[in-house]
């Protein structure tokens, strides 16, 4: 299929525009409209999105088939709307980007966002203002299409702005509720922390670049000749942009905003505060990867924060009650996993692991959702029990998400965490590593016989033998060691809390009050619908990326699909992949492979196992470990004080500012300048105000005698 | 003969000769419109500015052999048409207000 | 050309002047009223003296037809005699005037400044001889042929610093130009849009095609310069979207009339 020019691609245009139009038809007419018009229109905008999305895919397949993997930036499509900016060295304009990166991530937003807009046509049937809902939900789609779909950064940064204000405006939805309030501003604050880091990153690279351009930054980040230029940057730029990805992405420092997120309606927290908004981090990490591979040390850096990340987050989800919070920092910990397959180098693995994630968390959250709304928005786990037999439906795709964020073989999760896990351990860095640098700044010879040197040259060396180059390489390699172990321990601790939360939740005897255990009941189709669907997806959706050692025990037929994502990926990912990094157990190392994922497995039944004991075969287990560890169940309750830490190190210090600020404002700015200007003015006013007489016939007199005095300085050369 | 030709070249209109009449009806108008309080009369005053412009609209294009100045004159005629019928219905508004029609006691301008 | 045309000039031009020196002076609205359609009589004189037949008529029709009938219906329908209140002097008053008079003065500094009457006496004297060519020109055509007399080409080879070149010379000029539009040579757009494209061709409709066998009649019969026909091209064409939007302007105005004239409903 080539009868749309893939410079010219104009649906890619339309993927945007349709929640765009939806948003605004739901914003200015949704009140007057009736309920189910308000539906039709925001299901039926993703509903169009998808499918231009679905159109889209096509073209790039067809796109891709033509064109010759030449090292460049691969095949994709793009589609300028209009020249927003052309000034002197300043392009910009609102341009679109499809390539295989891209499309993964629009089919994640159009398909996850369809079916929750689905979802939320019953969650939020009684809603008066669900019109306001909607139309804030189709913006955020919108926002988020044109952040992953955005070929210059700062249309990226348009959508990276726009999700966070839909955020801001979905948590505090309710906004009658001053904490619900106060929790859709913490996030705000927090993001706008964020994004002035990336908005820092965006000008460090146009000031070293000159451009914003994807195509052409991954131009010269490819280039022998070029690159020289990036390289100087790479870290302090790669570094902004990864802390403003902390801040969206919920990293720490700055994670405090999502367990705080979930505030706003569930869907919401399925759609933005698990499937998307939140792995825009991830994505833009992913995009940038020929940036972020030139500095090792950065990618150290992403790869710790994100362990810890994930570490921190699931040790405090053992200890919530609240079902939402427990999903909250659940997600914390996966996006933590995300980050750290990116410090890793592991791209393919983080996107992969990004779609999985979507899928399974999207289904917890609503499936959460549909227990909350059959409980009466009862939130505490405590209070739950026993739903099995009473909401067979939602307990039945809550138990297959549970099965893939736990990690279990033939669930999605399986794949995409061990590839992380697997990823975490294999890869080395080689590019960058000290006294190497010199060599690539003098290298005349093309990049690829560069990487072929460094690739087969030194990373041996660098295992074997001594000498500066193996003091960095060990370092790495600790990094890497420490990077995998603290994922393995988090990973047996998510199977562990995430069984804790569903044994809590749907087994064992009923704590709800009687009252509310006489309404539970099973949620409408169209809330079941779309748990049914992402169950499904939660199950198959690992299908694309089989271990290499499974992988290879295939048919041939079979191969392109078992490991499709890999090779969907290759081209975004060819320049980190095949130059930058290195697997440390060599071309096919089916063995530690099986070893690595066999361990995942083995943490993983023995998380289960633990929960099973714990809260079904003795029950009275959790308040005897409790009793006896009191310090750290209240350390990880109050989640280790950093919201109390980041109150008095931010908040009240930027509130004792305030106050010196509003003495200063009030008794010199105001009393002094104000005050004084004001008197000056007020007393000139009081004589021209006799001019200001209301006789049209005098201004028009005023008029004309100026003209004369005009034309007077004119005629004496005055002027 | 030369003095023949000067003396007739007074007596003859030429372009100059249109513009100065034009000049002249425009500034009629414009002293009008700032002197007189009858409302109506300061309309026609704006007339008058009207048809002096449209005039030197006409001359200009009898001066360069064009037509568009004609066009020009007749979009001018239009929107007199328009403004003439709103002008009279905000006159008889005002006048059922305020039982007059002097410029001079709209003041609210001011406030 | 000769003394009588000039003589309607100064007639009309002087009751222009002494018409609205009347409108702005009379202290009965009815009387302003009255010797503004005479202005407006005048002015049609003047437009004709300037070619512009078409529009004088529709300055009739339209100034000294509807718009003063409206404002005559008006005045008599406020009958504003009883209201009218004792006139007093304000200060700004004779400011106004002066500045009106300085205005017309400064004009006529500026136009008048533009002009160099020795040139234009030369003008005319070109022209003039020119003239007595073409004419000379068009006696021995005439006394070949009995019926219609070709036009020659344009007497005058650039635009001369006189509004009164004959009747003639400006329609055969108009002529040339309306042939060079139909023979393709030129087209209305031309010089009027410096980044328009001068090669694109520029069609009149069938129906507006200036007639060939017509075009060689003797200007001054119908198709001409300020007829009706060249302006109404002009309409259709170059001006069809203002032309357009001045059916809105008046729509607008008439709903804007209404609301504004109807009396309130309590």
Redesign the interface.
Known sequence: MEPLYADDFYFLGLIVLAPLLGAIINGLFGARLPRKVVDWVACGAMAFSFVFALISLQGLVGHAATQESDGGFGPHLTYTVYQWIFRGDLNADIAFLFDPLTAVLVLVITGVGFLIHIYSVGYMADDPDKWRYFAYLNLFAFAMLMLVLGQNMLVTFIGWEGVGLCSYLLIGFWYNDEKKAAAGQKAFIVNRVGDFFFILGMFLIFYTAGTWDYVELHEMATSTATVVQLLPIAFPAGLLIFLGCTGKSAQIPLYVWLPDAMAGPTPVSALIHAATMVTAGVFLLCRLNWLITLSPALMAIIAVTGALTAIVAASIAIVQNDIKRVLAYSTVSQLGFMFMAVGVGAFVAAIFHLMTHAFFKALLFLGAGSVIHGMHHEQDIRKMGGLKSLMPWTHATFLAATLAIAGVPLFAGFYSKDLVLWNSLANTHVLGIEGVMPMIEGAQNSLGALAQYLTVDVAPVVEDAGGEAVEVVSWALAVNWGVYLVGLITAGLTAFYMFRLYFMTFHGECRADEETKAHIHESPNSMVGPLSILGVLSVIGGYIGWPHFLARYFPEGLQPYVLGLEHWLADVFAVSNEFRLVGRFGESPYGPEAIAASAAIVIAGAGIALAYVMYIKRPELPGVIHERTTRIYKVLMNKYYVDEAYDFLFVRSTLWLGKASYWFDRYIIAGLLVGGVAFMTQSLGAVLSNLQSGSVQRYATYITLALVLIFIAIFYGVI | M?WV??L??????????????S????????????????A??????I??ML?SV??SF??F?????E??G??F???I??????????A??????V??HK??????E?????? | MGFWEPLFFWLFAFGALITSCAVIVMRNPLYCALTLIADFFCFAALYVLLSAHFLAVVQILVYGGAIMVLFLFIIMLLNMRRVRPASRFQVHYAIATIAGIMMFLFAAWAILSAVDMEEVAEERERVAEQIEEVEQEEEEVALRTASAIPGPEAPVDAPVLYADVNELAVEQAYAQTLRAWRDGHATPSDHKYPDFDPDRTYELPPSLQPDPEQAHVVPGREGLYGTFKPVSIMLVNRFVIPFELTAVLLLASIVGAMILAKRRVA
């Open positions: 030369a030709s000067t007739i070249s007074y007596w003859e209109p030429t372009l100059a000769h249109y513009l100065l009449l000049a002249a009806v425009f500034s009629i108008g414009l002293i009008g419109v700032m002197v007189r309080r009858n109506l009369i300061v309309f026609m005053s007339e008058l048809n449209n005039l006409i001359s294009a009898r001066y360069r052999f037509m568009d004609h066009v004159a007749f979009f005629m239009a929107v007199a048409a328009a403004e003439a019928a709103v009279l219905a905000i006159v008889i508004h006048f059922r039982r007059g029609v002097n410029v001079d709209m003041q609210e301008l001011k406030y």
